[in-house]
């Protein structure tokens, strides 16, 4: 059995990891529960039957000897907990963003390289069929040389109002690093490229302080069970990150990918993908291929061969993360998420802030300064 101990009880621990690692009781058991808020520790520990809770990290790892440490907390915080838990001498995954710089991140693999360990991002949104199958086809040379792609993940009205995401003192970011680290992921990870140029990036909150605003509900705000057990009351004044975030990433040989981003605009809600090659153009989620058939010009959409294997959970993607590191853990595979990936998207991140901050394009090379 795999000895996994949690640190951070909010919305995500309750509702995708601890249901997700429960649904695989024949190879992880929870062995303790960890969050500065005692009582939403107790509370998770009580609902979920784990014997074990406290409101210290350090503590939880050194009574309960955890060989994965599953990390919940909010961004700014990812850090000293992965570097705790390595230097325990456990595996860890960490919620996305990893971390959200480039130097943080090429750190903490070199620390879990040298410890033997495994460190991996909660990069749960690879794992839609569409994805799943696009990957496969693009490995088949289906799109050719990919030289273009575009990334959309836009709320019409869904800033979440629990929690911390709205604070940049913990969060580190707002929608960016929210929802748009997903799409990138799964940009960076379908592309397979790694080698990051440069990054032009905007944002803005125009719609997050304004007095009237419109209906939504905690599912539009990524709460996809309608409940979040969060008893901290949202304050506007404290929102102090960005609610919309566009901007451009130049990849080496002069691959460009364009991205908007929002958690309220009053654009269509949208999630997509585009990747353009010398051979032909792909559009997830509808799984749409632009290419050619009998030498014309010609819109494929070919049948898909996967389906979900959780499709009765809100939160499917972990459910199947977990099962791929059992795999993992258990040496039958290599980790799907790589270093090299998360990397780059930490060193996107990063560059994207910069960029935001100084209203000029930041290129790598600054970042290895």
């Not at 963003?97 to 690879?126: D, H, I, N, W």
């Not at 908007?260 to 032909?280: F, M, Q, R, Y």
Request: glycine share 8%; hydrophobic share 40%; charged share 25%.
């Amino acid at each position: 059995m795999i000895r996994t101990a949690i640190i951070g009880t909010g919305m995500v621990a309750n509702f995708a990891h601890i249901p997700a690692l429960k649904n695989r009781a024949d190879v992880y058991t929870i062995v303790g529960v960890c969050d500065k808020n005692e009582k939403s520790a107790a509370d998770t520990a009580s609902r979920h039957g784990i014997d074990y809770h406290t409101t210290d990290a350090a503590s939880l790892i050194a009574d309960t000897k955890p060989d994965l440490v599953t990390i919940c907390v909010p961004n700014r915080f990812h850090a000293p907990y992965i570097r705790m838990a390595l230097e325990a001498g456990a595996n860890v995954i960490c919620e996305k963003p990893m971390a959200l710089t480039y130097a943080e991140a090429v750190e903490l693999f070199a620390l879990a390289e040298s410890k033997g360990k495994l460190l991996t991002a909660c990069q749960s949104m690879r794992f839609t069929p569409d994805r799943l199958e696009a990957k496969e086809m693009i490995a088949a040379g289906a799109l050719g040389e990919i030289n273009y792609g575009e990334f959309a993940r836009i709320r019409r009205r869904g800033i979440p109002k629990w929690g911390a995401f709205h604070i940049d003192a913990l969060n580190g970011g707002g929608c960016f690093v929210d929802i748009g680290v997903h799409m990138l992921d799964a940009l960076v990870w379908l592309m397979g490229e790694t080698e990051v140029v440069s990054v032009t990036g905007t944002k803005s909150a125009h719609i997050a302080h304004k007095k009237s605003q419109l209906a939504s509900g905690l599912r539009e705000a990524g709460a996809l069970t309608g409940a979040t057990l969060s008893d901290k009351v949202y304050s506007e004044e404290e929102f102090d990150v960005e609610d919309f975030a566009s901007g451009s990433i130049l990849f080496a040989g002069g691959k460009r990918v364009n991205f908007k981003v929002a958690w309220a605009a009053n654009l269509p809600d949208e999630t997509s993908i585009i990747l353009a090659g010398d051979e032909a153009g792909i559009k997830l989620p509808d799984y749409t291929f632009w290419g050619g058939f009998a030498g014309r010009q010609a819109d494929i959409s070919p049948k898909l061969t996967r389906t979900n294997p959780y499709p009765k959970e809100e939160f499917g993607g972990h459910f199947q993360l977990y099962d791929h590191l059992t795999d993992v853990l258990s040496g039958s595979c290599e980790c799907m998420i790589r270093a090299e990936e998360t990397i780059a998207v930490s060193a996107i991140i990063d560059l994207f802030y910069r960029s935001c901050a100084e209203g000029r394009e930041i290129s790598f090379s600054e970042l290895q300064k």
